[in-house]
């Protein structure tokens, strides 16, 4: 009756130790996710201000040529450029 216990205990254990590493690797695939989506949300400030930067430099362009005005017709950029060559943007 002993060893009956003693191999149901030990099975049992066994069991747990499998379900903790599997618990373990899966947490370890969801923390570099959330990561990865992280770095994304941090460098959107940043990647804001390049697009607003490249939206200006493609209105100036789009003084000279009228593909660069349709660039920014394709993407919805509204860029309103002042006379003393600083611009507004209106996403």
Not at 30 to 46: D, K, R
Not at 54 to 69: N, Q, T
């Amino acid at each position: 009756m002993q060893r009956i216990v003693l191999w149901s205990l030990s099975g049992l254990v066994s069991v747990l130790l499998l379900v903790n590493l599997f618990l373990g690797l899966s947490t370890r695939g969801a923390i570099s996710q959330i990561q990865a989506v992280q770095s994304q949300v941090a460098n959107g400030p940043q990647m804001e201000t390049v697009l607003r930067n490249l939206s200006i430099r493609i209105a100036m362009a789009g003084e000279k040529e009228p593909a660069f005005r349709e660039i920014l017709k394709k993407h919805e950029l509204n860029v309103k450029l002042d006379d003393k060559a600083e611009a507004k943007t209106n996403p």
